[in-house]
């Protein structure tokens, strides 16, 4: 019965990535104490009810992307978000924008929570999040350059 459990649960996972177009975030070493916290939709989970938490705010995320205005003009089936970080305070967050056609470069958008509600706050290639997010918040999702 246990094995059923966990494939069960990983096959959810999968299948609710695929639905949002959501992608794994791409390995890379954490330090001891992560200055955010990295998101992934297809990360395996303990329980069904956890998988439904984590992919409620994986989709906040995706849908607050998606209504960025640079994305107008868009499809759907054309990018996906990836690698979504969330600083400390867990009301800002960033992820990268990935076009699946190879029209353009990834893209990060910086998004901040307010009111339960996550918006794109910054969007671009360069200097994402200068001027609109404090320097402790950059420094904690890895946005530099300003």
């Not at 690698?83 to 009301?91: A, D, E, F």
């Not at 029209?103 to 918006?119: C, I, S």
């Amino acid at each position: 019965m246990p094995r059923r459990s966990v494939l069960a649960t990983s096959t959810v996972t999968a299948a609710l990535a695929l639905a949002i177009g959501v992608a794994a975030p791409a390995a890379t070493a954490t330090p001891a104490r992560p200055a955010s916290t990295q998101v992934a939709a297809t990360q395996q989970v303990a329980t069904p009810a956890a998988a439904a938490r984590r992919g409620s705010f994986v989709h906040q995320i995706y849908v607050a992307v998606a209504a960025d205005k640079q994305l107008r003009g868009w499809k759907q089936s054309e990018w996906r978000v990836q690698r979504i970080s969330v600083s400390t305070s867990g009301t800002w967050a960033r992820a990268t924008v990935h076009p699946t056609k190879g029209r353009t470069d990834d893209a990060t958008v910086l998004l901040h929570k307010v009111k339960g509600t996550w918006r794109s706050v910054d969007f671009g290639t360069a200097q994402v999040g200068c001027g609109v997010a404090p320097a402790a918040v950059l420094r904690q999702l890895r946005l530099g350059g300003c």
